[in-house]
């Protein structure tokens, strides 16, 4: 289970995510925390003019975090919006290796879109953790280039 510091971490970022989407979108992000699961879920996270639904929900493991990065988002199986996201970034429907925990949301419904963004050659992967907080990966810079990656590849 994430400390009680490392909570507060996640809900400093959730904060300056809540006041991007407000000022970009003029929306109030809904966040649902689960810390004795280790994760939180955007339920409304917005996506672009172009997809089939207008937002959508993301998983997010906190497995580690703050000193290991997140090990990638989650989407629901079943939404319309999701085989758009996986033309643009490599998405499994099984999910991370089956030693690591979110496998088990993968059985839940959840597909694990993985972080690393596929490249215009597709021979190689472009994603790297420069967005970062005082040596800590920030879910706020997470989001905001999960937000305009979504914008970019319509």
């Known amino acids: 289970m994430i400390g009680h510091h490392d909570q507060r971490l996640v809900l ?3 904060e300056q ?3 991007y989407y407000e000022r970009l979108y003029n929306m109030e992000l809904e ?3 689960h810390w ?3 994760y939180i879920v955007l339920v409304n996270h917005p996506l672009p003019a172009g997809y089939a639904t207008g937002q959508i929900p993301v ?5 580690g975090f703050p000193f290991k990065p997140p090990p990638g988002l989650h989407v629901p199986r079943q939404s319309p ?3 758009q996201l996986a033309r643009s970034y490599v998405l499994f429907q099984d999910g991370p290796p ?3 925990r979110t496998h088990d949301l993968v059985n839940q419904g959840w597909s ?3 972080l690393r963004k596929k490249t215009a050659s597709g021979d190689g992967w472009s994603w790297d953790y420069k967005y970062t907080t005082g040596g800590v990966d920030s879910l706020m810079s997470l989001f905001a280039v999960f937000d305009a990656e979504n914008k970019r590849s319509l």
């Open 31 to 33: 966040v649902d925390v």
């Open 112 to 114: 694990w879109l993985c």
């Open 12 to 14: 400093q970022d959730l």
């Open 98 to 100: 089956p030693y690591s």
């Open 81 to 83: 919006a999701t085989p």
């Open 17 to 19: 995510l809540s006041e």
């Open 59 to 63: 998983l997010l493991p906190l497995d």
């Open 36 to 38: 004795d699961e280790d």
